[in-house]
């Protein structure tokens, strides 16, 4: 029942909630474009042809006549859903393929696919930790990490980004009696700089934390694929590896590798893998056929850093700057938020595709991706684009580092 003075509406904030609508009035509104069809490194928008150049499709695989085929037959073979959680009916062979196929290339002894590369996360982060534990975060890691840790109800501690003393610091302060994670992306999803993860094993081993990478941007792309343990030679020093399957490898899904111990605890205490349906059959099959792909086609990997670092080179020599990026994540800064959508509005038109980043996701740059798929005509295009745009000359080298999301 309700008392005499009226609680505030939840709802009276719909209306007050304006900026999405202010960004539209101005035409100046990058988010939720409707692309139709995809043709090699290009998409079709109100039927004029992008290069895209702000996917995650690092390899070019989504348009693979072998991962094609690999998904239609499992339509038809196990129907267009999986109908539940892997935990009661919506566990197949074909997940269980794809677990021990992608352990084995990421040199772990177990694996566990979950719906997506978020849901991968938060089941992780919150199976494994309580609110005793203390879990110390890179402050540029991507939100489903934060999102798995709060949700955890562990004591969340963040360290500046790649900063392995900062790191060393955060352990220090921390009760001797509480167990401690530490966790990073491998490669950061913003910035496109790889973690110094030999650092930051060292430091997790000298202060007895655990350590997970959240390698979503480096498989597929580091160490012929394998990722950035791999890529460092320190698989064996990283306790979780947690991937995706939305990016180079062509679907939807993703997964926690680990030691049997471990995936074997993520199974009964993942409620992100328990309570969510699992992987269609589909797109279970084509993450499955794209990782066999990259494992026989490893020059997939060389590929698409060798076309980002052919971009980097181009920008370099026309004055723009393109922050620690080393990988296929190529941040372009630019002085302030509008002049980032006023660029992103100008190339769209000049016919190439790249995702506005504004605070508080980052501070201010375009995000520019490359793919193996990425012809060098395309490229020197987008080069041209981006060197015609006086905003990004102005800008500067340094991408700074991104808020926390
Ligand atoms: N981790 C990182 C670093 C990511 O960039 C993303 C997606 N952008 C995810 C996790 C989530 O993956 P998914 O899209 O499969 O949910």
Redesign the pocket.
């Known amino acids: 029942m309700l008392n005499a003075s009226q609680p505030p509406d939840l709802f009276s904030r719909f209306a007050g909630y304006t900026e999405a609508n202010d960004l539209m009035k101005a035409g100046l509104y990058p988010y939720f474009l409707p692309l139709a069809g995809q043709e090699g490194a290009t998409v079709r928008r109100s039927g004029r042809e992008l290069i895209m150049c702000g996917s995650?499709n690092y390899l070019g695989l989504t348009n693979d006549p072998r991962v094609h085929a690999a998904a239609r037959a499992a339509l038809d073979r196990y129907g267009s859903s999986s109908t539940g959680s892997r935990f009661l009916n919506g566990n197949t062979d074909l997940h269980e393929e794809l677990e021990a196929e992608l352990a084995a290339f990421l040199g772990k002894p177990a694996a566990l696919v979950l719906s997506?590369?978020?849901?991968?996360?938060l089941g992780a982060l919150a199976g494994l930790l309580t609110p005793r534990d203390y879990v110390l975060v890179d402050r540029d890691a991507?939100a489903?990490?934060v999102d798995g840790c709060r949700l955890s109800g562990a004591k969340v501690r963040r360290f500046p980004h790649n900063d392995a003393e900062g790191l060393r610091r955060a352990l220090e302060h921390l009760p001797d009696d509480a167990a401690r994670l530490v966790v990073v992306?491998g490669v950061?999803?913003m910035e496109g700089d790889i973690c110094d993860l030999p650092a930051v094993a060292a430091v997790c081993a000298a202060y007895g934390a655990r350590l997970l990478v959240?390698d979503?941007?480096g498989l597929g792309v580091l160490a012929q694929g394998r990722g950035t343990a791999a890529h460092f030679g320190l698989t064996d020093q990283v306790d979780l590896i947690?991937v995706?399957?939305?990016?180079s490898l062509a679907s939807?899904?993703?997964a926690v590798a680990g030691s049997e111990e471990a995936i074997h605890y993520l199974k009964h205490k993942a409620r992100s893998l328990m309570f969510s349906a699992s992987m269609t059959p589909s797109s279970t099959a084509a993450a499955l056929t794209a990782l066999r792909i990259l494992r026989a086609e490893p020059h997939l990997a060389a590929d698409v850093r060798a076309k980002a670092d052919y971009v980097r080179r181009g920008l370099t020599e026309a004055g723009i700057g393109t922050g620690d990026s080393t990988t296929p994540i190529v941040p372009v800064p630019v002085p302030d938020a509008v002049s980032t959508l006023a660029v992103w509005e100008r190339l769209i038109r000049a016919g190439v595709y790249v995702n506005p980043v504004l605070p508080p996701a980052a501070s201010p740059r375009l995000r520019t991706s490359y793919m193996a798929t990425h012809t060098v005509a395309q490229l020197d295009r987008v080069v041209d684009a981006l060197a015609a745009q006086p905003e990004l000359r102005r800008a500067g080298d340094r991408v700074p580092s991104s808020a926390s999301v």
């Open positions: 995650n997506t590369g978020y849901q991968a996360n991507h489903s990490l992306d950061y999803s959240d979503a941007h947690t995706t399957f939305s990016k939807l899904g993703g």
